[in-house]
């Protein structure tokens, strides 16, 4: 088991790890805009980290699927329920990955 395997993190050690994540990306996108993409089921947690970004953002919601497409569970395959057009744009990207049961 490593260190972080089961570790538990304080609510404000996370919402300071969050703030600071906003503004860095803040400072990373220099003003200009910002495709945010979240899938829906994390929406929530996404909206944390937008309230500390100061930077003009478009949102996108969108479905996810993830599946398998290897018999042995190591490879995996993502789509999304909708196409925003993001070709040529800054895109911020909100998943959340878990470990297969």
């Known amino acids: 088991m490593n260190a972080r395997e089961g570790a538990t993190y304080s609510a404000a050690r996370i919402a300071a790890r969050v ?4 503004k860095e990306i803040s400072r990373e996108c220099g003003g200009r805009r910002l495709d945010v993409t979240v899938t829906l089921d994390r929406g929530f947690v996404a909206a944390d980290l937008l309230r500390h970004m100061d930077a003009p953002m478009v949102c996108h919601c969108v479905r996810e699927e993830v599946r398998d497409v290897d018999d042995q569970g190591r490879a995996r ?6 196409h925003p057009e993001l070709k040529g744009r800054e895109v911020l ?3 959340q990955c878990s470990k297969a049961a």
Do not use: D, N, Q
């Open 19 to 22: 703030a600071a994540l906003g």
């Open 77 to 82: 395959e993502v789509s999304f329920g909708s």
């Open 93 to 95: 990207l909100w998943m």
